[in-house]
């Protein structure tokens, strides 16, 4: 079975520093791994994606993430954190299987970024 | 930009009463979900539906719930008797393709609330 931890249930960070938010996957075989926000009355909005290839990912707002296959993780980072990034963040996976698959989601983690 | 639009934002309902949560997924995609998330809780799938049938559906996803695509815009999830641990915000979302790489695209949420 398919599952995704996020340790974190908060995350605080000044602005201006670097932040990460921690995932980490159990799949059978190779995953494609995501990361959602979720801003105040808006849906889950996606960030960017794991496929394959390069183990560092970019996506939206300048975000990035890193794959780790040795460590089943997928960090979500920043180098240079903006209060407007304060929202919940998700980590989800879907495995390499044919058919219309769901995502499976981790419990979220906040993140707060302070002026 | 094209988005996942759902009604109503807020659904309060009484115990046993049915309820229809509506959503128009973005008019190219083909793949549709449907899940939601309890106060607290993980993002958890319901269902996953495509060229009108349902292509999988977790435990959650019982007799009492039941998803239609009535036209070619929308889509919706029906709870034929609300149970107080229904509550919950439900998440629509559509995606191009529907296996592994390809992202889905969420919805606002309608918070259903039963009392």
């Known amino acids: 079975a398919q599952s995704v931890a996020q340790p974190e249930d908060q995350v605080n960070v000044a602005e201006g520093n670097p932040l990460t938010v921690k995932c980490t996957y159990s799949?059978?075989?190779?995953?494609?791994l995501f990361w959602y926000v979720q801003y105040p009355n808006r849906g889950l909005q996606f960030l960017l994606k794991y496929i394959t290839g390069d183990n560092l990912v970019k996506g939206s707002y300048g975000f990035e993430a890193e794959f780790n296959k040795s460590q089943t993780s997928f960090h979500l980072k920043k180098p240079s954190a903006l209060v407007s990034d304060s929202a919940l963040y998700f980590c989800?996976?879907?495995?390499?299987?044919?058919?219309?698959?769901?995502?499976?989601f981790g419990k979220g983690t906040r993140l707060s970024v302070i002026a | 930009e094209p988005e996942v639009t759902q009604t109503p934002s807020h659904q309060v309902t009484q115990m046993g009463q049915e309820v229809i949560l509506r959503c128009v997924p973005i008019?190219?995609?083909?793949?549709f979900y449907w899940y939601r998330q309890i106060l607290g809780q993980k993002v958890e799938f319901l269902v996953s539906?495509?060229?009108?049938?349902?292509?999988?559906k977790s435990e959650i996803f019982d007799d009492q719930f039941s998803v239609e695509r009535p036209d070619g815009s929308n889509f919706t999830l029906k709870i034929r008797s609300t149970k107080l641990e229904d509550s919950a915000m439900y998440f629509c979302?559509?995606?191009?393709?529907?296996?592994?790489?390809?992202?889905?695209?969420f919805g606002p949420g309608t918070r259903l609330t039963v009392t």
């Open positions: 539906f495509y060229n009108n049938e349902i292509s999988e």
């Open positions: 008019s190219n995609h083909l793949y």
């Open positions: 989800a996976v879907r495995g390499r299987t044919s058919g219309n698959t769901p995502l499976v």
């Open positions: 799949v059978s075989g190779n995953p494609y």
């Open positions: 979302a559509s995606s191009e393709m529907g296996q592994g790489p390809y992202e889905q695209y």
